[in-house]
């Protein structure tokens, strides 16, 4: 099992700062061995601690957790050893213990940005506000590129912004129109009509959402169109937040991908983010639980 060679030598800086106080200030001695003030008196606070004290059933809980899902991060973790035991831990203890371990959370990749159309006269209805009160209040809709070993894919999907759940999702050799109007049929086919009535469909510039039969198709629907500012990803940051998590902890650790196996791979996929995946911003539940219990205390 690997030491804490960091957190041990900020305990040693914190001894020495101790015996040389006398001669200079804190500050200096701070700022000079790079350790923070506040760590310093708060280690003080605790009574000047050699380290901290090691856990054996939280180590053990950290560990369960992880091995089950090495996808899960620091704050996932956390969140399923409440869900699971019922313990309040931090995420700095969580990161603890994860480093204790050589845990390592996976990092997202920046994402590549490509250019979009602008001659429309959609309004940005949505204006960076994706607060919510109830399920299908607001949708946002994009396509992502998936690069197989053996080629592109892309998938087109559309997320509640309520509960983060994915509505529906299509993949394809193509990047068409097509695509985007088959994952609107599924998304409609889910959602009675009335509830489609109040319903805000947001989207970038790409060709495909400023295309007249997608217009039209909405229209049709009862849904009102949004379209986010020119050359402003931020305004569609709920979608592409969620593609920038199906490749990290899905399509990059994907070794094998290719066509005849990339539609499995995303499907699996979308059943553990929708149905598993524990999320802070959603009570610390599923988005699917999330959304069943909006769903049963609205009608019924």
Not at 10 to 19: C, N, P
Not at 123 to 148: G, L
Request: hydrophobic letters at 35%; aromatic letters at 12%; proline letters at 3%.
């Amino acid at each position: 099992m690997p030491s804490l060679p960091k957190e041990r030598l900020t305990k040693a800086y914190y001894q020495i700062i101790e015996m040389k106080r006398e001669k200079y200030s804190v500050k200096l001695l701070c700022k000079t061995l790079g350790c923070s003030r506040s760590g310093y008196y708060d280690w003080i606070k605790l009574g000047r601690p050699k380290h901290k004290a090691f856990n054996e059933v939280i180590n053990q809980m950290v560990k369960e957790m992880y091995e089950a899902d090495d996808r899960r991060g620091i704050r996932s973790v956390r969140m399923h050893i409440k869900a699971a035991y019922g313990i309040i831990l931090t995420n700095r203890t969580v990161h603890r213990y994860m480093r204790i371990n050589d845990f390592k959370a996976t990092v997202r990749v920046k994402q590549r940005s490509y250019p979009k159309a602008s001659n429309h006269n959609i309004p940005n209805v949505v204006q960076r506000d994706f607060t919510t009160n109830k399920p299908n209040e607001k949708w946002s809709i994009d396509i992502s590129y998936i690069f197989r070993r053996d080629g592109l894919s892309y998938l087109c999907a559309i997320k509640d912004l309520y509960d983060k759940s994915i509505i529906a999702w299509q993949l394809s050799d193509h990047i068409d129109l097509k695509l985007v109007l088959d994952t609107l049929d599924e998304a409609f086919m889910k959602i009675p009509y009335e509830q489609r009535m109040t319903l805000i469909m947001h989207s970038d510039q790409g060709w495909h959402f400023t295309h007249h039969i997608y217009q039209e198709k909405l229209l049709s629907e009862g849904v009102t169109q949004s379209i986010s500012a020119k050359g402003s990803s931020v305004d569609n940051a709920p979608i592409e937040s969620f593609f920038a998590i199906v490749k990290t902890e899905c399509i990059y650790r994907e070794k094998h991908l290719y066509k005849s196996n990339v539609y499995a791979v995303i499907e699996n996929y979308m059943c553990y983010y929708n149905n598993e995946r524990l999320q802070e911003k959603i009570k610390e539940l599923a988005p699917i639980e999330y959304r069943n219990q909006a769903l049963q205390s609205l009608f019924y």
